[in-house]
């Protein structure tokens, strides 16, 4: 019995020790709520973060600091504070702070790989040969050609009275870009709904395993474990990609040693490089599955997440539906195809893909950043290898910024110089500085193309169910924002 209670005696006091250690620590850092003994403040975060984050940022301030587990956390929730970590100290929080889940994936990956040289040679690749503007215009024939099946899809579930998994079009679309540019051809069907679901079904996940809480990222000690089973799940699904980039890499290979003429895709110049033998880059299996991954991944799940949300809102926002129609009719005409230079005409389309950014940006929380130095932002100490979250979602619905900012109103944009570009933190869904989203050209290109011939072809409406109980704007989730109840809409022709 004796024994018993000394051991209550030192667990107690190990507790109130542990607790005024951290408590102490804390001093200098920003404001934030008080942590609990051992799990800091995880228990307020709850499953949607996002939110959780924007209601503690509204007592604690724009600026705040969390202990998640062990792991000092600073939250940013305001285009100022984000400012200071993403423009005037991005060199110190340049690099990644990644999710232990991702495992040998961030190894190579373009996403995760830390702001150092290999990172730099990778990340100029895909500026120089995927994502620059001359690259781009070059391939509009590619995002002309998918954006009619598209519309020729719709077209015939319209003829038979079918409701349009909107998600589901966008994404098979997004994914038969990406593969086109990369392998030059294209992955799945429209027409294919269960291997374009599956496909996605796997992207999804794959998101949501990055983006959930984990205890191995919140107490590093006990990573090994791997607790909940999340870096055994994603190197599952990983895996699954991964033997069909090696289908194509193994492929075009063979066709290589045999001789048959080049595709000048992005494969066959990745192939190049690697032959090259250019060591900073080193483009071998691994770090080719893991570009290919991070392409696939970020150029589907996003844009086809976004083209969902923007349609979600103008079929709930009927007076938006009609405006922008209204500038399609007057513009283009429904007799003929839109083309990329037509997007530039067309501002109350753009301002409605803002609005959806603001509203719904793809990722909430952005990717996490890791503080490589101690250093003071706004008066305030960040510890060195602190996380840091830039909360966009919050930012979107900060009344210091937006009027009525929990409304869907393109017209806020009128008159205002919002870009999406990183430059202007009002805005910001592709994030900012260093790491800025390398891939936002294409995705701008390609959602407003989507949403714009969608409209533009086509009547929508929504199932009377859903017109009479109204749409579900739940959220789920993960790295990326997505609806929890796909949208299905009935379109007619023009």
């Known amino acids: 019995m004796a024994v018993l209670f000394l051991c209550l005696v030192w667990l107690l006091v190990s507790l109130v020790g542990f607790y005024i250690f951290t408590h102490n620590r804390r001093r200098g850092l920003p404001p934030g709520p008080r942590p609990l003994p051992v799990i800091g403040s995880l228990h307020l975060l709850g499953d949607q973060p996002h939110r959780s984050l924007t209601k503690l940022a509204k007592i604690h301030?724009?600026?705040?600091?969390?202990?998640?587990?062990?792991?000092?956390?600073?939250?940013?929730?305001?285009?100022?504070?984000?400012?200071?970590?993403?423009?005037?100290?991005?060199?110190?929080?340049?690099?990644?702070?990644?999710?232990d889940a991702l495992g040998a994936h961030a190894r190579n990956s373009t996403v995760w790989l830390p702001n150092a040289p290999r990172w730099r040679a990778l990340r100029k690749i895909m500026g120089a040969e995927l994502f620059a503007p001359h690259r781009l215009d070059a391939l509009q024939h590619l995002r002309r050609e998918k954006v009619q099946e598209l519309v020729d899809h719709i077209g015939r579930l319209a003829r038979s009275g079918e409701p349009v998994d909107v998600g589901r079009v966008a994404f098979t679309t997004s994914i038969n870009l990406v593969s086109r540019t990369i392998f030059s051809r294209d992955l799945t069907s429209l027409d294919d709904d269960g291997g374009s679901r599956e496909f996605q079904r796997v992207v999804t996940e794959i998101m949501v395993a990055v983006g959930s809480p984990n205890i191995s990222d919140f107490f590093p000690a006990l990573a090994a474990a791997d607790l909940q089973g999340w870096r055994r799940r994603l190197a599952q699904l990983f895996a699954r990609l991964h033997r069909i980039f090696d289908e194509e890499i193994d492929g075009r290979m063979r066709g290589r040693d045999a001789g048959e003429p080049r595709k000048n895709d992005f494969l066959d110049l990745l192939l190049d490089a690697a032959e090259d033998g250019d060591s900073t880059a080193r483009l071998d299996r691994d770090t080719l599955r893991s570009l290919f991954t991070d392409l696939f991944a970020a150029g589907s799940d996003t844009s086809s997440s976004t083209m969902e949300w923007a349609m979600t809102e103008l079929l709930r926002s009927p007076t938006s539906m009609g405006k922008v129609c209204d500038e399609l009719a007057e513009v283009i005409g429904s007799k003929r195809s839109i083309e990329e230079s037509d997007i530039g005409r067309l501002p109350y389309l753009q301002a409605v893909i803002k609005e959806t950014f603001r509203l719904h940006p793809p990722a909430p929380l952005l990717l996490p950043r890791h503080a490589r130095d101690d250093t003071k932002i706004m008066g305030y100490n960040i510890p060195k290898g602190s996380r840091v979250f830039v909360n966009v979602w919050a930012m979107g619905r900060d009344k210091e910024t937006w009027f009525e900012p929990e409304k869907f109103m393109p017209e806020r944009f009128f008159g205002k110089a919002v870009d999406l570009r990183g430059g202007e933190?009002?805005?910001?869904?592709?994030?900012?500085?260093?790491?800025?989203?390398?891939?936002?050209?294409?995705?701008?290109?390609?959602?407003?193309?989507?949403?714009?011939?969608?409209?533009?072809?086509?009547?929508?409406?929504?199932?009377?169910?859903?017109?009479?109980?109204?749409?579900?704007?739940?959220?789920?989730?993960?790295l990326t924002l997505t609806k929890v109840a796909p949208l299905c809409a009935i379109a007619t022709p023009q």
């Open 61 to 99: 301030g724009p600026l705040m600091s969390l202990r998640l587990g062990t792991v000092t956390t600073v939250v940013a929730s305001s285009p100022a504070v984000a400012r200071e970590f993403l423009q005037r100290h991005d060199a110190i929080f340049s690099s990644r702070s990644v999710p």
């Open 425 to 478: 933190f009002d805005l910001i869904p592709f994030g900012g500085g260093r790491r800025i989203c390398p891939g936002m050209p294409l995705a701008v290109r390609m959602v407003h193309m989507l949403l714009a011939s969608m409209l533009n072809k086509f009547t929508w409406r929504l199932p009377m169910e859903v017109e009479r109980n109204g749409v579900d704007m739940a959220e789920n989730f993960g």
